[in-house]
C-alpha cells in the first residue's frame, strides 16, 4: 500500500549494481614492491645465517668496538661484537655478540671467552699480531653438551685448551712458592705440563694447584709419583764434592715443578684424571720412603736454639733418624727458670733396620740405648750460617737418666753440647776478667810510663853531653892511640931495632940456659960438692 499522492511501489524505478569491475596496479608501483620483497628476503636470509646471539661479562673491555671486533676459534672468524654496555650491578661490562649459524655447537656450558691483547707473562711474549690488526676476542670450546647463551670472560687466555691431549691432576701443598700459573712441569728435565690453576684452601692453611700434564707423559703419572717444587737450585755437600741440581734455567728465573717416580717402584697402572697428589719441597723429600712408625719426643735444652729451625735433622752417627718438629719457650715457675722444649720426630725402624718390630720393642731399643749414655744435644751443622741440628751421641759420664714415657709427648734426655760448654768456659772466663783492676793497673802503667819518659829525657841529656865533651876527648885519644901503633908496627918491623935486641938477649938467655942445666947436672952427681966444693978447686 503506498502513501496518498505517491505511485505504487512497482512503478518505481530499480537500482541495479554494477558488474565488479577489475583493479590493476599501476605500472609504477611494481618495482618498489620487488624491491621491498627482497629486502625482506635479504634481512631474514640474514637472520637466519647469523645465528644466536650471547653475552659475555669482562672487568674490562679495552681495545673493543662494536661491529667492528671479531670473535675467533683458532684463528677462524666465527662472530662478531654487536653491542658493548655496563652490567646493571656496574661490576662488569657486558658484551653482545652474534655468533654464526654454522659455531651454534660452540655455544656450550664450559665453552671459554677471553680477550686477546699483547701480552708479556713469564718471558712469554704473545698477541703481537693485535698491535697491528686490534684486539679480538678468543674462544675456546667445551666439551660439554648443555647450552648456554651467557658467559663469563676470562680475564687471561687459558694455559692449556680443551683441544690438547693430556690430563689434569690436583696438587695439594703448604704454600705456593715461587710457582704461578703457566709454571712449567717437568719430567726428567723434559717439559711435560703446565700450572693452570691455584687457589687458597678454605681456613687459609694450604693451597691447593691443578696442573696439566700432556700427552704421553700423562701415562707415566701412577699412584706412586711424586711431585716436587723445582725452584732454584738444590745444592748439596758430600764425599765426591759440591753437588748443583736445577731442572732447567727456566724453572730458576720462573719456578716450577717436577714429578717423577721413587727409584725401585714398581710398574702401575696411570693415575686417573683429577687425581690427588702432595707437592713436596724439595726432591729429597718428595724421595724419601713413607715411615710407617714415628714416635714423637721432647727434649728440653738449656741456653739459646738461635739457628735450630723446624725441619732440621736429628742425626745418630752422621744418619738422619729423625726431623725437629718445633720449637718453642716455656717457664718453669717451680724453678723459676726458662726452659726450650724442642719437639721432635724420631723414626725407630731407620736405627734398628728394615725389619718389623712391634712398637714395645722399639721403646725397649730406646730405653737400652739411654740407659748407656745415649743423649740428645745441640750442634752446628755449618759454621758459615750458623745452622744447627739435633745430635743423638752416647756420653760415658753423664748421670744415668731414663725416657719419661707418661709424659705427652715423651721427654727425651738431653746434655750439654761441646760448644755450650766452651762458651760456658769462656762466659767464666770472661767474668774472672771482670773482676781484674785494670783501672788501677792502667793507672799504675800511666805512672811508670811517666817515669821512663822522664829516664828517656835524662838518657838524652846525657848523650846530649856525651857528644858535646866527651866525644872530642875521645876523638884525640883515639888519634894518640893510632900514632902509638904506628910506632909500635915501626919497632917490630922484621929489619927494627927492637927486634935486633931482642935475638941477641934470647941467645944470651938460650946460653945461660945451658949453663944452668949443666950446673944442675953436676949437682945431681956431685952432690958433696955444695959441701966440699969442686975437687980439684984451690979455694976448697
Do not use: C
Not at 79 to 105: L, S, W, Y
Not at 172 to 198: F, P, T
Request: net charge negative.
Amino acid at each position: 500500500m503506498s502513501e496518498p499522492g505517491l505511485p505504487p511501489l512497482e512503478e518505481l524505478p530499480q537500482a541495479r549494481p554494477d558488474p565488479p569491475r577489475s583493479r590493476r596496479l599501476p605500472l609504477v608501483w611494481i618495482l618498489p614492491a620487488t624491491v621491498a620483497v627482497l629486502a625482506a628476503l635479504v634481512v631474514i636470509q640474514q637472520r637466519l645465517a647469523q645465528g644466536p646471539t650471547i653475552e659475555i661479562g669482562f672487568r674490562t673491555v679495552e681495545g673493543l668496538e662494536p661491529n667492528k671486533t671479531k670473535i675467533r676459534y683458532r684463528d677462524v672468524e666465527v662472530g662478531e661484537v654487536t653491542a658493548i654496555h655496563v652490567a646493571p650491578d656496574r661490576k662488569q661490562v657486558m658484551v653482545t655478540a652474534r655468533i654464526h649459524r654454522d659455531a651454534r655447537d660452540y655455544l656450550v656450558e664450559d665453552t671459554r671467552f677471553w680477550i686477546v691483547r699483547p701480552r708479556v707473562a713469564g718471558g712469554n711474549v704473545s698477541g703481537l699480531g693485535t698491535l697491528v690488526s686490534g684486539a679480538y676476542i678468543g674462544m675456546d670450546v667445551g666439551r660439554s653438551t648443555a647450552e648456554r647463551d651467557r658467559f663469563e670472560g676470562l680475564e687471561t687466555p687459558p694455559i692449556v685448551t680443551f683441544d690438547v691431549p693430556g690430563r689434569e691432576f690436583v696438587l695439594h701443598a703448604e704454600d705456593i712458592g715461587s710457582v704461578g700459573v703457566g709454571s712449567a712441569l717437568y719430567y726428567r728435565h723434559i717439559s711435560a705440563g703446565q700450572v693452570v690453576a691455584y687457589a687458597l684452601d678454605p681456613g687459609g692453611a694450604s693451597v691447593t694447584m691443578r696442573v696439566f700434564v700432556y700427552a704421553p707423559f700423562d701415562a707415566y703419572v701412577t699412584a706412586a709419583t711424586r711431585f716436587w717444587q723445582a725452584s732454584g737450585i738444590d745444592m748439596s755437600v758430600d764425599s765426591e764434592g759440591l753437588k748443583l741440581h736445577t731442572e732447567s734455567l727456566t724453572a730458576l728465573l720462573e719456578g716450577g715443578i717436577a714429578f717423577q717416580n721413587p727409584p725401585g717402584a714398581e710398574p702401575a697402572a696411570s693415575a686417573p684424571a683429577d687425581a690427588a697428589f702432595t707437592l713436596f719441597a724439595d726432591r729429597d723429600r718428595a724421595m724419601r720412603q713413607p715411615e710407617t712408625q714415628v714416635d714423637t719426643f721432647v727434649m728440653y735444652f738449656k741456653g739459646s736454639l738461635r739457628g735450630l729451625a723446624v725441619g732440621a735433622p736429628v742425626d745418630l752417627g752422621g744418619i738422619v733418624i729423625g726431623e725437629v718438629k718445633g720449637v718453642s719457650v716455656e717457664y718453669d715457675r717451680a724453678a723459676g727458670e726458662l726452659r726450650f722444649p724442642v719437639e721432635v720426630d724420631i723414626f725407630p725402624q731407620r736405627i734398628r733396620g728394615r725389619r718389623g718390630a712391634a712398637p714395645k720393642a722399639a721403646r725397649a731399643l730406646i730405653d737400652d740405648m739411654v740407659a748407656h749414655g745415649l743423649r740428645a744435644e745441640i750442634r752446628t751443622g755449618n759454621l758459615l750460617t750458623g745452622q744447627k741440628y739435633v745430635a743423638l751421641d752416647v756420653h760415658k759420664d753423664v748421670p744415668a737418666e731414663a725416657v719419661r714415657w707418661n709424659e705427652q709427648p715423651a721427654v727425651f734426655p738431653t746434655t750439654r753440647g761441646a760448644l755450650d760448654e766452651i762458651q760456658e768456659s769462656l762466659g767464666s772466663i770472661a767474668k774472672k776478667l771482670d773482676r781484674v783492676p785494670f783501672d788501677r793497673i792502667s793507672a799504675r802503667l800511666l805512672a811508670t810510663m811517666d817515669g821512663l819518659d822522664r829516664s828517656l829525657e835524662s838518657l838524652n841529656a846525657v848523650l846530649r853531653q856525651v857528644d858535646t865533651r866527651i866525644a872530642p876527648q875521645i876523638e884525640a885519644t883515639l888519634v894518640q892511640a893510632q900514632a902509638a901503633m904506628k910506632n909500635a908496627q915501626e919497632a917490630l918491623a922484621a929489619d927494627g931495632p927492637l927486634e935486633s935486641d931482642l935475638n941477641a938477649a934470647l941467645l944470651e938467655l938460650a946460653r945461660a940456659a945451658k949453663s944452668v942445666d949443666a950446673l944442675m947436672d953436676y949437682l945431681q952427681r956431685h952432690p958433696e960438692s955444695l959441701l966440699r966444693g969442686k975437687p980439684g978447686d984451690p979455694t976448697r
